[in-house]
């Protein structure tokens, strides 16, 4: 069966640190540019992190650059979510995505375009 697995997520305090890992299952992550989105209630997905197939060149939403690092181990399968310095308005459920057939920016400025593959989603909560 093809999917990613996601782990990691949970409660933490602001100013904290998480790392989601998103790992596949039953395919190769090698050709698949990934991205990690978020959905907190009542708003829209939002894309916030994604990486290239190909060379490693990443994409960060505004709100998270300098707090958030994507990166991929090939060898592992997975990529992860580096998450450091996190705000309560980082709260949400993050899921990641793969594609084969849309570029790591494009993945990212559209988050409701169709992807190929996803993630069960993780909720994050961060509340003192």
């Known amino acids: 069966q093809v999917q990613l697995v996601q782990s990691g997520g949970g409660l933490v305090q602001p100013g904290g640190s998480l790392r989601l890992s998103c790992a596949a299952s039953?395919?190769?992550?090698?050709?698949?540019?990934i991205g990690w989105f978020r959905q907190a209630p009542g708003k829209e997905r939002e894309g916030v992190s994604c990486?290239?197939?190909?060379?490693?060149?990443?994409y960060y939403t505004d709100s998270v650059k300098g707090r958030f690092t994507i990166s991929r181990d090939n060898a592992k399968n997975t990529v992860y979510l580096q998450m450091n310095s996190l705000k309560p308005e980082d709260t949400a459920v993050y899921y990641c995505?793969?594609?084969?057939?849309?570029?790591?920016?494009?993945?990212?400025?559209?988050?409701?375009?169709?992807?190929?593959?996803w993630g069960q989603g993780t909720l994050v909560t961060v509340s003192s």
């Open positions: 039953g395919f190769t992550l090698d050709y698949y540019a």
């Open positions: 990486i290239s197939s190909s060379d490693g060149s990443t």
């Open positions: 995505a793969g594609s084969t057939t849309t570029t790591f920016q494009a993945m990212c400025s559209m988050p409701y375009r169709y992807l190929e593959v």
